[in-house]
């Protein structure tokens, strides 16, 4: 399917280099080979994975063609002192040819020693599929698309797989995979027990403030350790947390975080009513749109949620410079405004405020907070920004 960062990307390479991170198999490299593969725009590109030893031979070598008009290098950030090895050769690149590097994990949280990259790059985010995404690329209604995403997940191999089976069966491996290959990049061989223990916890606290405190309990590991666990998840954008929003950062920073998972389908609703994966899955998209406007427009958008001294929350606030631009509820089929949603809305007159609910039968308005069934909602996100 042909994503949406695609021509995004294109344009930007032809001023600077391009660097793509996001999640293992969310579709990096077969973008990257989307665009070598447009041989009018870039002749005799080549795509070279850290991976494959032969790739490997020759970046080592800078042996590739001199005629490519685009070289990619996939998981990059592998090769120890990357950084100061990209700037010596794109410093010394002929003046018709482009790079594109790509990673599986967040690019500036490798910090080896080097030469700074400033000012040679744009970076982008690639994320799973969404509602949005899904329709321009295949088509269909928005609850079809919402539907599909929350049984399968956004990854492009388990949604556009032929069964809810093989998608299950692929989500088994590439957790497996990501806790014992990805991890060990970042820890050391006797945590990955400790951090598939700590993965399997997170899946059932989705939509909940999060207490290391509590789980180190539970787990017999220092809190300390917990949060280093947990920056290590989110660098390889396998979770993401959403803390409150608050005038002052240092206390929002204090108070409890919520964790989101980048894939839907690892949310863990055995028992459930199917709430947190759809609260999962639009954080997720919510963070998406945050992403690719701060990624295109530079922007110093975060997203957030609310919560206040009586324990009342609202899933999510998309803030800039402090001040909400928007505020969204979640709700499966329950329509009725809170106290505290109508009291935020009063508060901040400028922001846009919805009650988006799974199962709706009607749009409403009331007031300044619109009603809006969750699948149209999503399908028009990158509007409401």
């Known amino acids: 399917m042909k994503r949406d ?49 032969q790739d490997r031979s020759i970046i080592f070598n800078r042996s590739w063609s001199p005629s490519a008009g685009l070289v ?42 080097g030469e700074s990259l400033a000012g040679r790059y744009f970076s982008w985010r690639l994320h799973p599929v969404s ?93 300390a350790t917990l949060a280093k666990y947990l920056e290590i998840l989110e660098a390889l954008y396998v979770v993401f947390t959403v803390r409150p929003f608050h005038r002052n950062i240092a206390r929002a920073l ?36 945050v992403h690719q406007v701060q990624d295109e427009q530079g922007r110093d958008l975060q997203l957030q949620y609310i919560r206040d001294k009586e324990g009342r929350e609202i899933d999510f606030v998309v803030s800039e410079n402090d001040a909400p631009l928007l505020v969204a509820e979640a709700k499966l089929t329950e329509n009725s405004i809170s106290n505290l949603l109508a009291s935020v809305a009063d508060r901040f007159p400028d922001a846009k405020t919805w009650l988006v609910v799974r199962h709706l039968r009607n749009k409403e308005q009331r007031g300044s907070i619109s009603i809006e069934p969750a699948a149209d909602w999503l399908a028009e996100l990158s509007a409401k920004f």
């Open 131 to 223: 509602v949005e995404e899904w329709l321009a690329s295949e088509g269909g209604t928005p609850a079809q698309a919402l539907n599909r995403i929350l049984e399968r997940g956004g990854f492009p191999e388990p949604l556009l797989a032929d069964s809810a089976r093989d998608a299950q069966r692929w989500r088994r491996l590439y957790l497996e995979g990501l806790v014992r290959e990805d991890v060990l990049e970042f820890s050391r061989i006797h945590e990955v027990r400790a951090m598939r223990l700590f993965v399997d916890m997170l899946r059932s606290r989705v939509g909940s403030p999060v207490s290391l405190a509590s789980i180190s309990r539970d787990l017999q590991v220092s809190p």
């Open 5 to 53: 960062l695609l021509e995004r990307i294109s344009s930007d390479l032809d001023r600077k280099m391009v660097f793509l991170s996001g999640p293992r198999q969310a579709g990096k490299t077969t973008l990257a080979k989307q665009l070598a593969g447009q041989s009018n725009r870039y002749p005799g590109a080549q795509v070279l994975n850290w991976d494959v030893p």
């Open 72 to 113: 990619v290098f996939d998981e990059l950030h592998k090769m120890k002192g990357w950084k100061p090895w990209l700037k010596g050769v794109f410093d010394a690149r002929p003046s018709h040819q482009i790079y594109m590097v790509t990673g599986s994990a967040r690019l500036d949280a490798f910090r080896q020693a």
């Open 254 to 289: 204090l108070k409890e975080p919520k964790v989101y998972f980048y894939d839907v389908g690892m949310v863990d609703e055995k028992l459930g009513d199917g709430g947190a994966r759809f609260e999962n899955a639009c954080a997720a998209m919510l963070l998406r749109q």
